[in-house]
């Protein structure tokens, strides 16, 4: 079991930053891969950023350039630093932590609001 707490979200204008965080606790050093999801009102939730046990990062289209995603061990907190945001960036964001044991295990935080004034 891994259980995540973000935090960090909040109010900001366009053209702002944001970072938030995502600590894990629990069987953290199980975890394969650590991930930033968003979901907006009436939308599908979709991947942000993502980070491997390797320190390897990928990102989606929309947010390359602006959002990086970074953790420093297996017990730090994960972070994703969002700079030049955009009101389509506001959003719920969610931590997502998944471990690969012959099924993918998926967990979730609770989501962090994040909203962007034009």
């Known amino acids: 079991q891994v259980q995540l707490v973000e935090s960090g979200g909040g109010l900001v204008q366009a053209g702002g930053s944001l970072r938030l965080s995502c600590a894990a606790s629990g069987n953290i050093f199980s975890i394969n891969t650590m991930a930033w999801y968003r979901q907006a009102p009436g939308k599908q939730r979709e991947l942000v950023a993502l980070i491997t046990r390797g320190g390897s990062t990928s990102y989606a289209d929309s947010v390359k350039g602006r959002f990086t995603i970074s953790r420093e061990n297996a017990k730090k907190p994960v972070s994703l630093q969002m700079s030049s945001l955009k009101p389509e960036d506001t959003a719920v964001y969610y931590c997502?932590?998944?471990?690969?044991?012959?099924?993918?295990?998926?967990?979730w935080g609770q989501g962090t609001q994040v909203t962007v004034s034009s």
């Open positions: 997502n932590a998944k471990i690969l044991a012959g099924t993918v295990y998926d967990y």
